[in-house]
């Protein structure tokens, strides 16, 4: 490995404003050759924010960034990108009408004279596909692939400029375990070529497994620089909530909390915080519960389940394994070719998601930017959108009651922000989570459908979440939960289903669900028994 002394970046005093309001003060960094240097903090601590300033996304209100010793200031990323400086997004971001060869090369597509030559890119970008461990077709369409196919897409693209200093920006939000270790395979071998990465994360287990250095933000500014090695979780947590005793255990950083009621109490925390008290504004819905038998559509097979009000339905499995796909259709977004659906005892047919919501179902999507908010629109007119009807007179938006909806909401799901008016887009990814679940259940209903919903949430936020959904099962709710983090799975669910190629392989209880039983399940290993 390179010795970790030639400086690449250096960025000195920079502070990010919008509006008013500094999201980073002051913060110094150094990004150092053949070194992995990991930024945490909790959401809203001005990580994403810090590493968009360096990388040309953000415009720093004061201060100044240095590469290879030389004052830069980039006016955008791919201005960056140019001068060796990559950043990996976490969203990708995607040309999702184009296929994937032609997203990795977009914008310096490979020649032959004159003309585009498409072979090259679609070898090269195998190639480079292959170097990340992935067999993803280059000639496969973008718009149907996944968000952690997606950016794989995105990390191929900036693999093929061959930078020198690289910004993992939340990037191992989407992916399964078993593909942050095929990530972090390839981070190790940019350090050992001499790159310089930074890495944006809130994943505490992920920071100590890769990282050299660890830069803690709170709050927008820097509170401590430490060496990985002779760090601890203990620490470093301490650092991030600024007091010792929190109601974010160092357990709560590696793991969902502990808390659910059929837990023994000496799984329980002595940090994990009381229950939520009861939600008035949603009374106890669920009547039925949802029955699904033989359901194949695009993307899955001869699907049967069942979530029983007052339930928690884990669904795990690989990417690709068709989880996403069967809470598409369970929503009508796509349709289902074959099969049977029940709610409340009675058959139904879903062909939109009008007819899902009108049924009293709510799907909180797995990409919350894309398809979960309009991100450029306020924190208000989100939180109502999916719920207009109850805000309008006579054809009108009242403005007081979409103000009294997301305030009720607001508070309750503990929102950080500076106005109602405020644009989403400015909001951490926590916040933004907690705005579609507002969304959503402002229009109280019996059947909630989440995919992957604490994914890119930070340690915080992640437990109010894990709080929420338990207290909305307790009311009566019935929840089916898409998971790739294995231990929120068995933490939240009552039952688990695996999928693997596009079909439900196993069903356990949770008491009796393992890690390594559910990994055979998902990966054509033995399975687990069917309960």
Request: hydrophobic share 45%; glycine share 8%.
């Amino acid at each position: 490995m390179s010795e970790p002394t030639i400086e690449r970046i250096r960025a000195t005093g920079i502070t990010v404003a919008f509006g008013r309001v500094d999201v980073v003060s002051a913060v110094d960094l150094s990004l150092k050759a053949g070194e992995i240097h990991a930024i945490t903090g909790e959401n809203g601590a001005g990580k994403s924010s810090l590493a968009k300033a360096i990388a040309g996304v953000y415009r720093f209100r004061s201060g100044f960034v240095e590469l290879d010793g030389q004052r830069v200031n980039f006016k955008n990323p791919r201005e960056a990108l140019a001068a060796g400086v990559a950043l990996i997004h976490q969203e990708p971001l995607t040309f999702p009408d184009l296929e994937v060869s032609e997203n990795i090369f977009a914008g310096h597509y490979l020649r032959r004279g004159v003309l585009a030559d498409r072979a090259s890119c679609r070898s090269r970008a195998r190639d480079l596909l292959a170097s990340l461990g992935s067999d993803l077709s280059p000639t496969a369409a973008v718009s149907n692939l996944s968000v952690a196919q997606r950016q794989l897409v995105e990390l191929a693209s900036a693999l093929a400029y061959d930078a020198k200093v690289w910004i993992f920006d939340e990037t191992t939000a989407p992916l399964t375990p078993k593909e942050v270790a095929e990530l972090f395979v390839v981070m190790r071998r940019l350090r050992d070529r001499g790159c310089a990465l930074a890495m944006v994360s809130h994943h505490l287990h992920e920071v100590l497994e890769i990282s050299d250095r660890i830069t803690v933000l709170r709050d927008g500014i820097k509170v401590a620089e430490l060496e990985t090695a002779h760090t601890s979780p203990e620490e470093v947590v301490r650092l991030m909530v600024e007091r010792d005793e929190s109601r974010l255990t160092v357990e709560s950083c590696f793991q969902p909390i502990s808390g659910a009621s059929n837990l023994d109490d000496d799984c329980k925390s002595p940090g994990t915080p009381a229950q939520f008290a009861p939600l008035t504004a949603l009374p106890c819905v669920g009547r039925g519960g949802l029955i699904v038998e033989g359901l194949s559509g695009p993307g899955f097979r001869d699907v049967s389940l069942s979530v029983a009000p007052g339930e928690i339905l884990g669904v795990a499995g690989l990417v690709g394994a068709g989880r996403t796909e069967l809470t598409r259709a369970l929503f009508g977004i796509t349709g289902a070719s074959a099969g049977s659906i029940t709610i409340d005892g009675k058959a139904v047919k879903i062909n939109s998601p009008q007819d899902a919501m009108k049924l009293g179902i709510a799907l909180v999507p797995e990409d919350r930017v894309h398809e979960g908010l309009m991100v450029i629109q306020s924190i208000a007119f989100n939180s109502t959108l999916a719920n207009l009807r109850d805000c309008s007179r006579g054809g009108f938006v009242l403005d007081g009651l979409v103000t009294q909806i997301t305030k009720q909401f607001a508070e309750r799901l503990n929102l950080a922000y500076r106005r109602f008016d405020q644009p989403v887009s400015q909001l951490s990814g926590g916040n933004q989570q907690k705005v579609v679940l507002a969304k959503w259940l402002s229009t109280n209903p019996k059947i909630l459908l989440l995919d992957e919903p604490t994914r890119g949430v930070d340690v915080g936020a992640k437990q109010e979440v894990h709080d929420l959904i338990r207290e909305l099962a307790s009311q009566g709710m019935a929840v089916l939960m898409v998971s790739s983090d294995l231990k929120e799975i068995m933490a939240l669910s009552d039952r688990i289903a695996v999928m693997r190629g596009g079909t439900i392989t196993s069903t356990v209880e949770r008491t009796e669900a393992t890690e390594e039983a559910i990994m055979r399940a998902a990966t054509q290993e033995e399975a687990c028994a069917v309960i």
